[in-house]
């Protein structure tokens, strides 16, 4: 339920209260009730200060609604089932400020204590709704809402308020008080003796008439005996110095007596104390009051401990050699601040602390200013007190203690701190001298040490690393080769490569290996062209023949026309399967691929137009191996085993961080921990510790330490890596920085080692060619004019009789054009063929341009010779006729001369 829910009902049910018509009596008979069925103290308490108010409230109306408001809070009170410390504070203080209600019976009441009154209605309604929602909440509730504690710290500054106020109101009565306190009352023994000694001639007349003080016994019917003249003559100084001097011999007499009396007393109060409320400790589980074993709060005491910041003077701690024991520390130093993003302190602080915090083991942390020094070193100028601060364990196997150390004056001058373990042989012992004053250090030093490990005499020499198994190589043996385009579409399409070719990226299958790349078609004619189909074959390098591949996709579809002088990208996804042996591994691998492990790739794509003209082209794939990760860091060489056939490989570089561990990528060593693991290995007798072994899917990795018994260290890690078919396997060793304090240095002893290297066999590496010339030279050569065109033209230019200023020309064509085939016909070297290739690709390009220049010539020529030959039948003058041996044939169109080539 909501705060503000509770609160209107609440409200509801004391404004029922107020408006109530009851009467006093009735009032006064239900609290009577109350206080006769409840057994707490303070619920009687409350009723019994509503029985008084209610005496006043008859004659005053503004104290009957706050009578009604505190009956409420008493009734919820009842029927609360545990006693809660907040809620009993509030009650408290209300009855504080309600009980002085009384007095107004006695003074007049004036408007401002009206005001004061209603104020308080005010305020006692506020605290009835805060109790009652507090009340309805679970215990869980009221924990974690955190709103409850500034809720009752506000009504408790209301009710302080209020209280002030009261207490003003009541100035007058509180100054009528005090006047009477001021007045003089005389008693009426003394007037009567003042009166003697008048009527008789003053006090130094009766101190010498002993008969006068006879009468005035007589008189006053007081007992007489031989020693009231003397006393009557004393000075009255001499005997107050007396007495004074008698008790002091008293005091210091029964000091000790005393001050042990009072411990006993303060014992009692603890023990009463402990009884009224006990919880579980957090450290030791026994019983214990609401604070920590140093009067601290346990939901600040961890806190505060971890928190501060100390300027430590002593910091020792012994951890032990076994598992499951209690580290054992002191820490002793000056406190700069609580927390280390608060300001420092302004007051010089000691601080102490025994043991380790933890929540399962005793420990002890506490303060000390200058004047707790002070106090503490007056206490052993009056005795020889004990100097312990605080020891965890009586036991001398293992303990954590701390006792100040005092100067021949007996002022605390410093601390002195020793931890133990139970493995260890003699503790570890520092001493820190202060100034008194500032708490500053003065000196440190480190009386006795517990050290296991010894430094070498000679540095370790380890063995060489063994490595057997194929390695995959670094990056690729070689850059592809690029290919010309080549076939009888070559003239009029122009074949390129926009991207490279990516192996299973961004699909991969099991069983087959996918290659995408991407393919540009430039159209180099003036016409457009019709590609009705693109094919494609793959083979090896050091294969003859070129085989068809499980599958091919394009981003385009077939038939698809290429405009003039313009050109489309394709976009390419070609499937080939593996062989058998790969295909058993059944593994999916990205970015690489199984089947150009050993050689290139080579996809040859054909291209057919709707003249049924095929065009060829060329592309290669080289295998790229990914590269070794070294850490150039690192003092140590990378690790390196591979799975060749899977083209997997696993790397490793030993590297020491801020020379505390060393890192072998599946474990870390922390070099602190070593003194553990020797003195578990030597008390097992072994001398090659096995470290957590790291096993994966292709590889095995395994660790050993090799332990020098005479030094107790660990002075190499040996590491063997091996594949899980046995294939591969290597041997290394890492070795150790020295690690420890100690400087004393001990003859070495290497371990005797057990684990040998695996039986595995050098591989069997077959040998493929990485490059071949079959791709090389072209089968077909594109755009070669056939003999029969030639010749043909050769004779039609012997027909011209050599009188023709064409003939030169003609005749120059046809030189060139013969030069070009007999170039195209002979054999290329390997080491030319690019360039001649290419050669005869702009060769080509020329010959058939001059071709089209010749026909040209001839048809010119034939219109020139048929001209000449009706002008001479005009003429009468006979003419032989043509021979037909030179004689052009006639084309069926338009009577042109058609020549095949």
Request: net charge negative.
């Amino acid at each position: 339920m909501d705060y503000e829910e509770v609160e209107d009902t609440v409200l509801d049910s004391v404004q029922a209260i107020l408006d109530a018509k009851s009467t006093v009596e009735d009032v006064t008979t239900k609290a009577i009730q109350m206080a006769q069925n409840s057994n707490n103290p303070m619920i009687q308490h409350t009723v019994k200060i509503v029985q008084s108010v209610l005496e006043v409230g008859n004659q005053i109306p503004y104290i009957g609604p706050i009578c009604n408001i505190l009956t409420f809070i008493v009734q919820v009170e009842m029927k609360a089932r545990e006693a809660e410390k907040k809620c009993t504070d509030l009650v408290e203080r209300i009855n504080f400020m309600v009980g002085h209600l009384t007095v107004l019976d006695k003074v007049p009441l004036i408007s401002a204590t009206e005001a004061v009154l209603n104020k308080m209605a005010l305020v006692l309604k506020d605290a009835a709704t805060l109790i009652q929602t507090y009340r309805k909440q679970s215990k869980i509730a009221r924990r974690l809402n955190l709103g409850n504690k500034d809720k009752f710290d506000s009504c408790f500054t209301s009710i302080e308020k209020c209280s002030a106020d009261l207490m003003f109101s009541l100035q007058i009565h509180q100054t009528h008080k005090l006047d009477e306190l001021s007045q003089r009352k005389d008693d009426e023994l003394d007037l009567e003796a003042e009166r003697f000694i008048q009527k008789h001639g003053g006090i130094a007349n009766i101190k010498n008439n002993e008969q006068l003080v006879r009468q005035f016994a007589a008189e006053f019917k007081i007992p007489v005996d031989e020693s009231v003249m003397q006393e009557l003559n004393a000075n009255i100084s001499s005997l107050l110095i007396e007495n004074q001097n008698a008790i002091e011999n008293i005091l210091k007499d029964n000091l000790s007596s005393e001050i042990s009396k009072g411990f006993e007393e303060f014992a009692k109060l603890m023990v009463q104390a402990d009884v009224e409320e006990q919880l579980n400790c957090v450290q030791c589980g026994e019983k214990h009051r609401a604070s920590h074993h140093n009067d601290y709060p346990y939901s600040k005491y961890f806190e505060m401990v971890y928190k501060v910041d100390l300027d430590l003077y002593i910091n020792i701690e012994d951890e032990g050699l076994e598992e499951d024991l209690e580290p054992q520390q002191c820490c002793v130093g000056k406190l700069l601040r609580w927390t280390r993003f608060t300001s420092d302190v302004n007051t010089d602080i000691l601080i102490v602390r025994v043991g380790k915090t933890l929540q399962n083991g005793p420990n002890f942390f506490s303060t000390y200013t200058k004047s707790a020094l002070e106090i503490i070193s007056s206490c052993y100028k009056l005795n020889e007190a004990n100097k312990l601060i605080h020891r965890n364990y009586q036991s001398e196997e293992e303990y954590s203690y701390a006792e100040w150390v005092v100067d021949d004056e007996k002022n605390v001058i410093g601390v002195c701190a020793a931890v133990k373990s139970k493995t260890s042989d003699i503790p570890t012992v520092e001493k820190v001298i202060f100034n008194p004053s500032t708490l500053a250090m003065v000196s440190h030093e480190r009386i006795s040490t517990q050290y296991f490990n010894f430094q070498p005499s000679e540095e370790y020499v380890l063995p060489e690393t063994i490595s057997i198994g194929r390695m995959l190589p670094e990056g690729q043996s070689r850059k592809p080769r690029k290919f010309k385009t080549f076939g009888g579409l070559q003239p009029h399409v122009h074949f390129s490569t926009v991207a490279d070719i990516v192996p299973n990226n961004p699909v991969a299958r099991e069983g087959h290996d996918i290659y995408k790349g991407k393919l540009s078609l430039f159209n180099k004619t003036k016409e457009t062209v019709v590609i009705m189909d693109l094919g494609c074959s793959y083979r090896l390098v050091g294969d003859e023949q070129y085989k068809e591949v499980a599958a091919i996709e394009y981003n385009i579809n077939f038939p698809c026309a290429i405009e003039p002088l313009t050109a489309i990208e394709i976009e390419f996804s070609v499937t080939i399967e593996r062989d058998l042996d790969d295909v058993n591994y059944k593994t999916v691998i990205w970015n690489t691929d199984f089947l150009t492990r050993d050689r290139p790739l080579r996809l040859k794509f054909n291209a057919t137009d709707m003249e049924d003209r095929v065009g060829y082209y060329v592309l290669e794939y080289v295998h790229y191996f990914d590269y070794i990760k070294r850490d150039v860091e690192s003092q140590y060489q990378t690790l390196v085993i591979c799975d060749y056939e899977r083209i997997k490989r696993y790397c490793m570089t030993p590297k020491v961080n801020r020379n505390v561990e060393l890192d072998l990528d599946k474990i870390s060593i922390r070099f602190a921990e070593l003194d553990k693991v020797v003195y578990k290995a030597l008390k097992q007798g072994i001398a090659e510790y096995e470290f957590p072994s790291s096993i994966g899917d292709y590889f095995e990795i395994r660790f050993w330490g090799l332990i020098d018994s005479s030094c107790k260290r660990i002075y190499a890690i040996k590491v063997l890596m091996t594949q899980k078919e046995g294939n591969a396997a290597v041997l290394a060793y890492v070795r150790l920085p020295l690690y420890g304090d100690n400087m004393e240095q001990r003859p070495i002893k290497y371990a005797k080692e057990t684990v040998k290297f695996p039986d595995v066999r050098e591989p069997v590496v077959h040998e493929f060619a990485d490059d071949d010339e079959i791709d090389d030279i072209v089968t077909e050569k594109p755009g070669a004019p056939p003999v029969a065109a030639i010749d043909s033209v050769k004779s039609m230019a012997g027909a011209l009789d050599g009188s023709s200023n064409v003939t030169v020309e003609l005749m120059g064509t046809l030189n060139s054009l013969l030069s070009t085939r007999s170039s195209q016909s002979e054999p290329s070297q390997e080491s030319k063929i690019l360039e001649k290739l290419e050669a005869i690709e702009g060769q080509l390009a020329r010959t058939a341009n001059s071709i089209d220049q010749l026909v040209g010539i001839f048809t010119k020529l034939s219109r020139d010779r048929e001209r000449q030959q009706s002008q001479k039948q005009t003429n009468d003058i006979p003419a032989m006729a043509p021979s037909k041996e030179f004689a052009p044939k006639e084309s069926p169109e338009e009577g042109k001369f058609s020549m095949c080539f």
